[in-house]
């Protein structure tokens, strides 16, 4: 034995240490073997491996401890001391993990636990009393296997495909046939929807696959509910619509509190997965952090970035910034003034029929770093989401100030002997051979990855005028990356990285709605949100291809709603005072325009509809002018159709009169929903099940039935409450939800 190490530890004690850290193991691990066995092999075996180091830690803890002490350690005292702590493990857990507790999940847990403990006592007992029998070469190759294979292990595999539903979409891929759900119900939310600005359209002809479902199905005005002080806040809404419950009984009742731990109340998605089936849901409000479900979950805003702005002298964060060699002065975005002079010092340069001249491109942000926070949580969520929360309020994380400045060449292409320079060249640096993008006035560059510290961001820019003496850039702000981000936003965790590398960047809010007020952002503010709503639209047509086993699919669209606070201004102008005739030409139509994609996307996802699928499009609020803003305004006139299976066809009488339209609330949704896949409603939820847009004949089929609560007595939530943090209000702000 080493001397010094023999100095502070009795070799009795030592030997103890081999029966300590395969005790430690025993309860947490294989319970997590257990319920994770059957999903994901190399999890289980991962979990318990990483138990085995962190019991060979603690025995050498308490070894030294107990020498120090001058005490002997019991091993049957210690061995008692283990079992109570295992005893109560699973509540602990089970508390941490599942913050919508089931008593019989604790339950099980509890026998799964105590059966366990047993197990690996005797194992801990009988292999210690074998390992101290041992040769000190046996014991030598037992430290190394567990000293550097088990490391080395680790490292090779993460952040590999850990969890089960990535392993699933992979199995899929090579072609294994899944039987499909009886009933399955698929959602699209449409925020901010209106049949203002639908019934104008289908009355034009347009929105095809919207006009299709209601032809087949059935429609009408879906009020919303006031959510605290009287506003009506998205989130809250999604959740209400989403659980069936008013704010103040699911939990989400404002902006600050805007947060999943904060629902008190089992989402749709959960009460599913307890009944077996497998939920994917994409960009609802209200869903961040991502909580632990059987199939996909891409959190909806808020959601924190990664650049730190509240008290910091670079603002706009949430909102991007203009580079300009004018001098302007913009009200939200904030503006870098930048010079150009002719190009020198470049190892090499493309062909220009001028003589090249050249700018630079600062990017400077505050960066919070949090990656290891984020590595840690990938072993639990939950965990990780607590570990989070407490490096946040010991403020235990980095803040780096990153800087990226991109040398440009701005070059003549045209051989027409006039000095119209056209293309703009922007690099990494000066050494650089090929630029990151070449662009022409008007054009977006693709989304450029950022290496920053230990971490990736993303942005794009946009080249807005361009001559030998101005120039005008937009950058979009940084954005964490979706390949390697800080913040864990889907689950299963690594499936935000899977997702980027079979479709590209993804990006979960795009900059704040409220930079309209700078006529300059106009037209970007609609592009740049429009194709953050496409990289959406993608990852749900991805979900859709890749697992076709689902029972309830949502994809809620947010796109509406911001192009519609900002942009209502100009297609209602007669509303509003002082509307430039130009400008009402040039963006009036930016609402028809995105309500007209958004068919379009329901459209493609109609293709993954079959003849046991209920389509439902609603909205969670509707929308106004409001004249004494400046932009537009929720209203609680809202919108849905059911269409499909089980419901009555209109036969494509349509009456396009919002004044004539059956009513229903949000409230109605998830009893409708579940009564639809033939599941009981809870009592305790406000909304009522929608009958009269059912066929008769299924009524008599299925009677609505009902179940006390899904929701359990057990550990009744009594949790400090989450609040948002810094960088979430900023994207709050730029949104102008709060001030
Ligand atoms: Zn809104």
């Not at 010094?4 to 103890?16: A, N």
């Not at 807005?464 to 965790?493: G, N, R, V």
Request: charged fraction near 20%.
């Amino acid at each position: 034995m080493n001397p010094i190490l023999k100095k502070y530890i009795r070799s009795e004690d030592l030997k103890q240490l081999v029966s300590i850290g395969m005790l430690f193991p025993g309860g947490i691990g294989l319970l997590w073997a257990v319920l994770y066995w059957r999903n994901d092999i190399q999890f289980a075996i991962g979990t318990i491996l990483i138990h085995v180091i962190c019991g060979a830690a603690l025995g050498l803890c308490i070894a030294g401890l107990a020498n120090t002490l001058k005490i002997t350690i019991n091993l049957s005292s210690l061995v008692c001391f283990l079992l109570a702590v295992f005893w109560v493990s699973p509540i602990l857990l089970f508390g941490i993990e599942n913050h919508y507790m089931n008593i019989e999940v604790s339950i099980k847990g509890l026998f799964i636990t105590a059966t366990a403990v047993f197990g690996v006592s005797l194992f801990g007992l009988i292999g210690g009393y074998f390992l101290e029998q041992f040769k000190r070469i046996t014991k030598l190759f037992f430290a190394i296997v567990f000293i550097v294979i088990v490391p080395v292990y680790f490292a090779l595999t993460f952040p590999g495909e850990f969890n089960s539903n990535i392993t699933i979409v992979n199995r899929l891929n090579e072609g294994e046939v899944k039987t499909q759900p009886q009933k399955r119900i698929m959602v699209f939310g449409i925020d901010g929807g209106t049949w203002d600005v639908i019934f104008p359209l289908l009355k034009q002809g347009k929105l095809p696959n919207l006009k299709s479902l209601m032809e087949n199905g059935q429609y009408g005005i879906l009020n919303s509910i006031e959510t605290s002080g009287g506003h009506t806040i998205s989130p809250a809404l999604w959740t209400s619509i989403f659980t069936g419950k008013s704010p103040e009984k699911h939990g989400l009742v404002d902006w600050i509190g805007s947060d999943s731990r904060n629902r008190f109340s089992k989402a749709l998605w959960n009460i599913l997965n307890d009944y077996g089936q497998k939920t994917l849901t994409v960009n609802i409000p209200g869903t961040f952090p991502p909580e632990k479900i059987t199939g996909v979950q891409i959190s909806g805003f808020p959601i924190p970035g990664i650049v730190k702005s509240s008290k910091s002298s670079i603002s706009g964060i949430a909102f991007g910034r203009l580079y300009t060699t004018e001098s302007r002065d913009l009200q939200v975005l904030p503006v870098t003034k930048i010079g150009i002079r002719p190009a020198e010092k470049w190892f090499s340069t493309p062909s220009s029929y001028y003589p090249l001249y050249e700018s630079l491109l600062p990017l400077t942000e505050n960066i919070e770093m949090r990656y290891d926070a984020f590595r840690f949580g990938a072993y639990s969520l939950q965990l990780g989401n607590l570990f989070l929360k407490l490096l946040d309020r010991w403020e235990i994380f980095e803040t780096e100030q990153q800087y990226a400045i991109f040398p440009m060449l701005i070059a003549d292409t045209t051989n027409d002997s006039t000095d119209n320079y056209d293309t703009l060249y922007i690099f990494l640096n000066k050494n650089d051979s090929s630029p990151v993008a070449v662009l022409k006035e008007g054009q977006w560059s693709d989304w450029i990855r950022l290496g920053i510290k230990r971490a990736e961001a993303q942005f794009k820019l946009r080249l807005l005028s361009l001559s030998k003496d101005h120039l005008e850039i937009y950058t979009t702000p940084l954005f964490q990356s979706s390949f390697f981000p800080q913040i864990p936003y889907t689950y299963p965790i690594n499936f935000s990285s899977e997702l980027s590398k079979k479709i590209g960047q993804y990006v979960v809010e795009g900059a704040g709605w409220t930079m309209f007020v700078d006529e300059v952002t106009l037209d970007l503010l609609y592009e740049h949100l429009e194709d953050i709503a496409t990289q959406h639209i993608r990852a749900s047509e991805y979900l859709l291809r890749t697992i076709p086993d689902w029972g309830l699919f949502i994809h809620i669209f947010t796109e509406s709603d911001r192009i519609q606070h900002a942009y209502w201004k100009y297609f209602q102008p007669a509303y509003y005072q002082f509307v430039d005739e130009n400008l009402a030409k040039l963006h009036g139509d930016k609402i028809n325009s995105i309500i007209e994609k958004i068919d379009a996307s329901i459209g493609e996802f109609l293709t993954y509809m079959d003849e046991n699928t209920t389509v439902i499009v609603l909205s969670d609020h509707g929308f106004q002018a409001e004249p004494r803003s400046n932009y537009g305004h929720h209203n609680l006139k809202g919108m849905y159709i059911f269409s499909g299976k089980n419901v009555k066809n209109s036969h494509g009488l349509l009456h396009l009169d919002s004044a004539s339209l059956p009513e229903a609330s949000i409230l109605d949704i998830t009893p409708t929903i579940l009564y639809l896949m033939g599941y009981p409603v809870g009592t305790d939820m406000d909304g009522e099940v929608l009958l009269n847009i059912f066929d008769e004949e299924k009524l008599e089929c299925y009677p609505v039935a009902f179940i006390d609560s899904y929701e359990s007595n057990f550990l009744k939530k009594k949790r400090a409450k989450q609040t948002i943090d810094e960088a979430t209000k900023d994207q709050l702000k730029s949104l102008g939800y709060i001030q």
